[in-house]
């Protein structure tokens, strides 16, 4: 019906006076609808990405399909725009040195235009690194039983020792970013006395010396975003965070909130803070991104990634079936690409983790199996 409709409305125009003025534009208009079409969907074929189409129409993509068609337009018409001179008046050099600016200048102002509205495809990697298991113990609760003490320390080396090959498995399937695993294991002492003694008065000690420890980094070695893993509780003075902390470039994940490294799931919780935390460095890197969410209800929850976790119950929940909003899709898209937002929705979904050759790997090297399907 549609285009019935749409082939009286031609036939209609035709018969006007204005159809010479209105038959270019309508042409130009056919082929831009149909360039967007083709970059939609050679973007479900690329990338293997079903956007909505209202997350296409708003994102950077349709913009700059939009400024490139321009210029390839703007261009054919200044080269073309009434080329057949008057009988005996041939195009002059000059005129020839005209159209060729033209076609220059709309060049660079596209070009231009697409730098601007380019996402920010170069990613910083990210270094990962174990704190050693007491790092940050509270000598006030007392040591627990020896028996104990042996078991979460073994459970704790060997996630270490895990987690490890996870980021190999992130690191292969994927080429958004990447993540370092830093095998020395971090003490307190690496970091200054005055910075040690400085954390401790913190309200968040962990925080506080990942922090020192990054710009000890910094200063050191290649500047890396880092993310510190611990078995401790994050709390200190006055605050009790759950789960992990973030700032700015540096975050530290516990597996205290979680029920310890030997806990069922400790690894797809892992595996899912990583990649969160990840994310979530970039985004603020980048994208001007807030947490928590300004305005967002406090305790209210939907499984999105960047929700405030209020305890293991909803962590759980998030963990198993965890996902990106829509906003945060179209924030990812919009920042870092098509290219990124894919990663970044799989590797949350943990499908990468479940499926059988890496299930099988842990199962029979590593000797664990995963909690979710």
Not at 121 to 140: G, L, M, Y
Not at 186 to 191: K, M, N, P
Not at 268 to 287: K, R
């Amino acid at each position: 019906m549609l285009g019935e409709l749409w082939k009286a409305l031609l036939d209609y125009l035709k018969r006007t006076p204005y159809w010479p003025v209105l038959e270019p534009i309508v042409l130009i208009g056919f082929l831009y609808v149909g360039v967007c079409v083709v970059a939609y969907q050679y973007l479900q074929w690329r990338y293997q990405v079903t956007l909505d189409l209202p997350l296409f129409l708003q994102s950077y993509l349709l913009r700059q399909v939009s400024v490139s068609f321009a210029a390839v337009v703007g261009s054919f018409i200044a080269l073309t725009y009434r080329r057949v001179p008057d009988e005996g008046h041939p195009r002059s050099k000059a005129e020839w040195s005209v159209r060729i600016g033209v076609v220059l200048i709309t060049a660079a102002a596209a070009l231009s235009l697409l730098k601007l509205w380019s996402p920010e495809f170069k990613v910083s990697p990210i270094r990962v690194r174990f704190a050693s298991f007491d790092t940050f113990a509270n000598k006030a609760e007392g040591a627990p039983p020896a028996a104990a003490q042996e078991k979460a320390v073994a459970d704790y080396q060997h996630l270490r020792a895990v987690t490890q090959y996870l980021l190999y498995e992130i690191n292969h399937r994927q080429r958004a970013w990447q993540l370092e695993f830093d095998t020395t294991p971090f003490r307190a002492d690496l970091v200054t006395q005055a910075d040690e003694d400085r954390c401790s008065r913190d309200d968040t000690p962990p925080l506080c010396i990942a922090e020192a420890l990054h710009k000890q980094m910094t200063a050191e070695d290649t500047k890396r975003p880092l993310v510190l893993i611990t078995a401790q509780a994050l709390g200190g003075g006055g605050t009790r965070a759950w789960f992990w902390l973030n700032r700015g470039p540096v975050s530290v994940v516990t597996l205290s909130d979680w029920g310890g490294p030997g806990s069922a799931g400790s690894i797809e919780y892992l595996a899912y803070a990583l990649v969160v935390q990840s994310v979530m460095i970039h985004m603020q890197d980048h994208c001007g991104f807030v947490q928590p969410p300004t305005g967002a209800p406090e305790g209210v929850v939907v499984g999105n990634v960047f929700d405030l976790q209020p305890g293991i119950d909803a962590m759980r929940a998030a963990v198993l079936t965890g996902h990106f909003s829509p906003n945060d899709e179209r924030q990812l898209l919009n920042c870092f690409g098509p290219e990124y937002m894919r990663t970044a929705v799989n590797l949350t979904s943990l499908a990468w983790l479940r499926a059988e050759p890496v299930r099988e790997t842990l199962r029979k090297v590593y000797g664990v199996e995963l909690v979710g399907r």
